[in-house]
């Protein structure tokens, strides 16, 4: 079956802390990955994107995921957190149909 | 910079009543999404659609929800009779045609579904 997992759904952490947030992935799913943000009571903003090619990703607001095919990862890191990233993120892969399948959601809570 | 728009943002509703969400993707966009986000959980995948045709609504509740996409541009989602499960939020997405491009979806802000 097709499906993403996010490993925890909860991280708190300090303000100007490192962070990752972890994203297991399906071998039936494609390798077509992404992260979204969520801010309370809005849709989904596209974080970054992995289709092809070198397999560590920048994106927008500081953050990078790397693309590991062995491991079946696609973890999101922040070198230095503010209060402003907090909110939900959700890491999502392209299914058959090329729609989303999407993970339960990680809730990044940064505390100063 | 081109958005999705979604309308209502809000909708309080009894349950058995009616309600209708309406999605304007973005221009020139060809294949348009409708997820329902439960509190706490990822999107899911209620029905896509390529142009004006269904591509895959296997998890539509057929007997309650309708979706329609009559000329291919806007759509709107219609549940009949709401009930308490169906609070949540309802988002809608939109991408390109083709490759790569089919997979970058681009979300409107939602709709906030409330079954009283």
């Known amino acids: 079956a097709q499906s993403v997992t996010q490993l925890d759904s909860q991280v708190p952490v300090f303000e100007e802390a490192p962070v990752e947030l972890r994203c297991n992935y399906s071998?039936?799913?494609?390798?077509?990955l992404f992260w979204y943000v969520q801010y309370p009571n809005q849709g989904l903003q596209l974080l970054l994107k992995?289709?092809?090619?070198?397999?560590l990703v920048k994106g927008i607001n500081g953050f990078e995921a790397e693309f590991n095919k062995s491991q079946t990862s696609f973890h999101l890191r922040k070198p230095s957190v503010h209060i402003s990233d907090t909110a939900e993120y959700f890491c999502?892969?392209?299914?058959?149909?090329?729609?989303?399948?999407f993970g339960k959601g990680t809730k990044l809570s940064v505390k100063p | 910079e081109a958005e999705v728009a979604q309308s209502p943002r809000y909708k309080i509703t009894e349950k058995s009543q009616a309600v209708a969400f309406w999605c304007d993707p973005i221009?020139?966009?060809?294949?348009l999404y409708w997820y329902r986000q439960i509190l706490g959980q990822g999107p899911e995948l209620l029905v896509q659609?390529?142009?004006?045709?269904?591509?895959?609504d296997s998890q539509l509740p057929k007997d309650r929800f309708s979706a329609e996409r009559l000329k291919g541009v806007d759509s709107t989602l219609k549940i009949q009779p709401a009930e308490l499960g169906d609070s949540a939020m309802y988002l809608c997405?939109?991408?390109?045609?083709?490759?790569?491009?089919?997979?970058?979806?681009?979300f409107g802000p939602g709709t906030r579904l409330t079954v009283t």
């Open positions: 997405a939109s991408s390109g045609r083709t490759g790569s491009d089919s997979y970058e979806q681009y």
């Open positions: 071998s039936s799913v494609s390798v077509y």
């Open positions: 992995y289709l092809s090619g070198s397999t």
């Open positions: 999502a892969a392209g299914g058959s149909q090329g729609n989303l399948i």
């Open positions: 221009s020139g966009h060809a294949t």
């Open positions: 659609f390529q142009d004006e045709s269904v591509v895959d």
